[in-house]
């Protein structure tokens, strides 16, 4: 037989075709090629083909229509078919493509070898299917040819046999790997760290990990064939807002973030639609991830950029404070060291001294609360305070509020005495805010000797005595949703103008800074109860007052004194002037510049302030000791977040003064500067 066999490829893409050509040449057949069903169909007509290699993917007619077609003609209908297939890898279409009449299909890349051995075996069998044809038509002529051809067929047979045994091997071999496969997805799925479901359109959950077994503390039989929704929110019907119901709406993967109320927990909750080869939806991913941790370490955040904004805004008030309590704390003690004694007057200007101290810790107490600086306690009687509160808010609050006090303890505790001011101030205003001008708020103080048992875990707190602390009111009392955010910065349930919603965290701060521990008690209707513990000490509290007959040193030497502020100029010098020393003033740091330049030597001392326009103290520090190497500056300032102690010394000042300072505080520094100066040059000299 010399008729040269015939192989039909059927792809709609050239590419698709030409590739299979080149590794079909290698047969030795001829190739037809069409680019759809109807060229097939066409050319099946026309010849006559040992296989056909049919594309499954092709536009209006695909290949299994294709090969239904084919079957059904009686030309065509033994033709052997091999599908080739890019995209359908599942069993599903392997087994469809077997119904539609395939001998074999094939899934790209594929190896060129085994296609080709492939096709071989099926052009064999085409030739000896014509040569079975041949030796029928001949059957009744030679019955040896016949007998020969029998024995020929028989070999193909049997090779055939073989071959079919090797493919029932490779695909035993892929349903293996299909198994081992779907295993280690499962393992994949069980080893995610996140609560991950399965579910269907109607929410029902057909899959969950290992990970929302645990984290929901439910057997797997109790969360498999239920709603999500039932599970995570205990409702017969999905939440607003669910991300499954959105998704269902708009066939897009949704992300939120939810509060999960079975757990206690926030989430975020993604879905995403898996589509099956139609493009119907055929089952739902829905992953939940803890990001509780997360979203309080960005509350802490917050709060500490609350805390920055606060030290920003009293570091920006603080200079100009300071400046004006310079004044009013250094007239007033010129004041009182001419007024008579014993006189009305005098009386007046220690209270306004004492006012003035206060406001300069208050200042102090700020910067400290918001920048977390150090200040060492002291001893404090902390019946004093209450007692000064109490007395304060009998003349301050509405007369209506009757307030009774249980003040038992005359024991001292380490702190700052402007700060336990303050927060029985904050107790006790928010106790009668809270009673809307009408009810009782109940002061009490008194000794306890606490064990271990009865101190909180949580708290460095040692046994032994404590002062233990009570401000209750009968007040409108605070909701269980609210109770534990009272303390944070700039929460406030109070209205505009009524709050700033800094009193409880300041008295969370002092109290934490004295070692104890505060606690709330709350019912609403029926008022709270506001409980701290500070530990006593044996330390006595020394009071400051003003001494007006200290004697303090006296000098001669020349001071020039900078300042932009006119009242400090005139303070300083005359308290100064007033110790003998020769004082000249300049309130613009450039003219001081050029003064000191005209006669570097015509001062003993500069005395500086540290935040002026045009050139600041660091400034102007710098440039006189390029001027006049050695020379003794003080620096001081109301507040500088650039200048320390130890900076100012580094840049060459022999102290850092702050402010607002006092008459013995100034005159003790100046005199303190010179005599080291002296010393140093007689050591040199």
Same mark, same amino acid.
């Given at each position: 037989?010399?008729?040269?066999?015939?192989?039909?490829?059927?792809?709609?893409?050239?590419?698709?075709?030409?590739?299979?050509?080149?590794?079909?040449?290698?047969? @030795?057949?001829?190739?037809?090629?069409?680019?759809?069903?109807?060229?097939?169909?066409?050319?099946?007509?026309?010849?006559?083909?040992?296989?056909?290699?049919?594309?499954?993917?092709?536009?209006?007619?695909?290949?299994?229509?294709?090969?239904?077609?084919?079957?059904?003609?009686?030309?065509?209908?033994?033709?052997?078919?091999?599908?080739?297939?890019?995209?359908?890898?599942?069993?599903?279409?392997?087994?469809?493509?077997?119904?539609?009449?395939?001998?074999?299909?094939?899934?790209?890349?594929?190896?060129? &070898?085994?296609?080709?051995?492939?096709?071989?075996?099926?052009?064999?069998?085409?030739?000896?299917?014509?040569?079975?044809?041949?030796?029928?038509?001949?059957?009744?002529?030679?019955?040896?040819?016949?007998?020969?051809?029998?024995?020929?067929?028989?070999?193909?047979?049997?090779?055939?046999?073989?071959?079919?045994?090797?493919?029932?091997?490779?695909?035993?071999?892929?349903?293996?790997?299909?198994?081992?496969?779907?295993?280690?997805?499962?393992?994949?799925?069980?080893?995610?760290?996140?609560?991950?479901?399965?579910?269907?359109?109607?929410?029902?959950?057909?899959?969950?990990?290992?990970?929302?077994?645990?984290?929901?503390?439910?057997?797997?039989?109790?969360?498999?064939?239920?709603?999500?929704?039932?599970?995570?929110?205990?409702?017969?019907?999905?939440?607003?807002?669910?991300?499954?119901?959105?998704?269902?709406?708009?066939?897009?993967?949704?992300?939120?973030?939810?509060?999960?109320?079975?757990?206690?927990?926030?989430?975020?909750?993604?879905?995403?639609?898996?589509?099956?080869?139609?493009?119907?939806?055929?089952?739902?991913?829905?992953?939940?991830?803890?990001?509780?941790?997360?979203?309080?370490?960005?509350?802490?955040?917050?709060?500490?950029?609350?805390?920055?904004?606060?030290?920003?805004?009293?570091?920006?008030?603080?200079?100009?404070?300071?400046?004006?309590?310079?004044?009013?704390?250094?007239?007033?003690?010129?004041?009182?060291?001419?007024?008579?004694?014993?006189?009305?007057?005098? &009386?007046?200007?220690?209270?306004?001294?004492?006012?003035?101290?206060?406001?300069?810790?208050?200042?102090?107490?700020?910067?400290?609360?918001?920048?977390?600086?150090?200040?060492?306690?002291? +001893?404090?009687?902390?019946?004093?305070?209450?007692?000064?509160?109490?007395?304060?808010?009998?003349?301050?609050?509405?007369?209506?509020?009757?307030?009774?006090?249980?003040?038992?303890?005359?024991?001292?505790?380490?702190?700052?005495?402007?700060?336990?001011?303050?927060?029985?101030?904050?107790?006790?205003?928010?106790?009668?805010?809270?009673?809307?001008?009408?009810?009782?708020?109940?002061?009490?103080?008194?000794?306890?000797?606490?064990?271990?048992?009865?101190? +909180?875990?949580?708290? +460095?707190?040692? +046994?032994?005595?404590?002062?233990?602390?009570?401000?209750?009111?009968?007040?409108?009392?605070?909701?269980?949703?609210?109770?534990?955010?009272?303390?944070?910065?700039?929460?406030?349930?109070?209205?505009?103008?009524?709050?700033?919603?800094?009193?409880?965290?300041?008295?969370?701060?002092?109290?934490?800074?004295?070692? @104890?521990?505060?606690?709330?008690?709350?019912?609403?209707?029926?008022?709270?109860?506001?409980?701290?513990?500070?530990?006593?000490?044996?330390? &006595?509290?020394?009071?400051?007052?003003?001494?007006?007959?200290?004697?303090?040193?006296?000098?001669?030497?020349?001071?020039?004194?900078?300042?932009?502020?006119?009242?400090?100029?005139?303070?300083?010098?005359?308290?100064?002037?007033?110790?003998?020393?020769?004082?000249?003033?300049?309130?613009?740091?450039?003219?001081?510049?050029?003064?000191?330049?005209?006669?570097?030597?015509?001062?003993?001392?500069?005395?500086?302030?540290?935040?002026?326009?045009?050139?600041?103290?660091?400034?102007?520090?710098?440039?006189?000791?390029?001027?006049?190497? @050695?020379?003794?500056?003080?620096?001081?300032?109301?507040?500088?977040?650039?200048?320390?102690?130890?900076?100012?010394?580094?840049?060459?000042?022999?102290?850092?003064?702050?402010?607002?300072?006092?008459?013995?505080?100034?005159?003790?520094?100046?005199?303190?500067?010179?005599?080291?100066?002296?010393?140093?040059?007689?050591?040199?000299?």
């Amino acid at each position: 037989m010399n008729r040269k066999q015939k192989i039909l490829i059927v792809d709609d893409k050239p590419a698709n075709l030409f590739s299979l050509e080149m590794i079909l040449k290698e047969t @030795g057949a001829e190739i037809i090629k069409a680019t759809n069903g109807n060229e097939a169909l066409v050319a099946s007509l026309n010849h006559d083909f040992a296989i056909a290699l049919l594309d499954v993917e092709m536009p209006n007619m695909d290949g299994y229509e294709l090969a239904e077609l084919l079957r059904s003609e009686e030309k065509t209908k033994e033709l052997p078919i091999l599908f080739v297939s890019a995209v359908y890898s599942s069993d599903y279409h392997v087994f469809k493509g077997y119904e539609a009449g395939a001998v074999d299909f094939m899934v790209k890349p594929y190896n060129a &070898e085994v296609l080709l051995s492939k096709v071989r075996v099926f052009l064999k069998l085409d030739l000896q299917k014509n040569l079975l044809n041949e030796a029928n038509a001949g059957l009744a002529t030679t019955n040896d040819t016949l007998e020969l051809r029998v024995q020929e067929k028989t070999a193909d047979l049997n090779r055939m046999l073989t071959e079919l045994r090797t493919e029932i091997e490779r695909r035993q071999q892929a349903e293996k790997e299909i198994l081992k496969a779907k295993k280690e997805w499962q393992e994949i799925f069980e080893a995610i760290g996140h609560m991950t479901m399965i579910l269907d359109k109607d929410h029902t959950v057909i899959a969950a990990n290992r990970a929302t077994v645990e984290k929901t503390g439910l057997p797997l039989e109790k969360i498999i064939g239920r709603k999500c929704h039932t599970i995570f929110h205990n409702t017969q019907q999905p939440l607003a807002g669910c991300p499954l119901s959105t998704m269902l709406q708009k066939a897009s993967s949704q992300v939120i973030t939810s509060e999960i109320e079975a757990l206690g927990k926030t989430f975020i909750v993604s879905c995403t639609p898996v589509f099956d080869e139609k493009g119907g939806l055929e089952k739902i991913i829905h992953i939940a991830t803890d990001i509780t941790a997360i979203k309080h370490m960005k509350k802490e955040l917050i709060q500490a950029h609350k805390m920055e904004a606060i030290g920003s805004l009293a570091g920006g008030i603080a200079h100009d404070f300071n400046n004006i309590l310079s004044a009013v704390l250094g007239f007033t003690e010129l004041s009182l060291r001419r007024v008579e004694k014993g006189s009305a007057l005098e &009386e007046d200007l220690h209270q306004i001294y004492t006012a003035g101290i206060r406001a300069r810790d208050l200042v102090k107490q700020i910067l400290n609360f918001a920048r977390k600086t150090d200040e060492n306690p002291k +001893p404090v009687r902390i019946d004093l305070v209450a007692k000064e509160v109490v007395k304060f808010l009998r003349s301050s609050i509405a007369s209506s509020i009757e307030i009774t006090e249980n003040i038992a303890s005359r024991s001292h505790v380490l702190a700052n005495p402007v700060k336990i001011h303050q927060l029985f101030m904050n107790l006790c205003t928010n106790a009668a805010f809270a009673m809307n001008d009408s009810g009782v708020l109940k002061v009490s103080l008194e000794d306890v000797l606490l064990t271990e048992a009865d101190l +909180p875990s949580d708290k +460095p707190m040692l +046994p032994g005595p404590y002062q233990r602390l009570e401000v209750s009111d009968n007040g409108c009392g605070i909701p269980p949703d609210i109770i534990d955010i009272i303390f944070q910065p700039f929460f406030t349930t109070k209205g505009l103008h009524e709050g700033t919603g800094m009193g409880l965290a300041m008295v969370h701060t002092i109290v934490k800074e004295c070692v @104890g521990d505060i606690s709330v008690a709350s019912e609403v209707g029926k008022g709270t109860v506001f409980t701290i513990l500070l530990p006593i000490t044996t330390m &006595e509290e020394k009071q400051e007052t003003f001494n007006s007959g200290e004697i303090l040193p006296q000098g001669n030497e020349r001071i020039l004194l900078v300042d932009d502020e006119i009242p400090i100029c005139k303070l300083a010098s005359r308290i100064l002037e007033g110790y003998g020393y020769k004082v000249t003033t300049e309130t613009d740091s450039e003219k001081a510049l050029a003064l000191f330049a005209a006669q570097p030597d015509a001062f003993d001392l500069v005395v500086t302030d540290m935040t002026m326009p045009k050139i600041s103290g660091s400034e102007l520090t710098e440039k006189l000791l390029q001027m006049r190497p @050695g020379l003794p500056i003080i620096i001081a300032t109301g507040y500088s977040r650039k200048m320390s102690d130890a900076e100012a010394l580094e840049l060459g000042a022999r102290l850092f003064l702050a402010k607002p300072f006092e008459k013995t505080c100034l005159v003790r520094a100046v005199r303190k500067v010179l005599d080291e100066n002296g010393l140093l040059k007689n050591t040199e000299e």
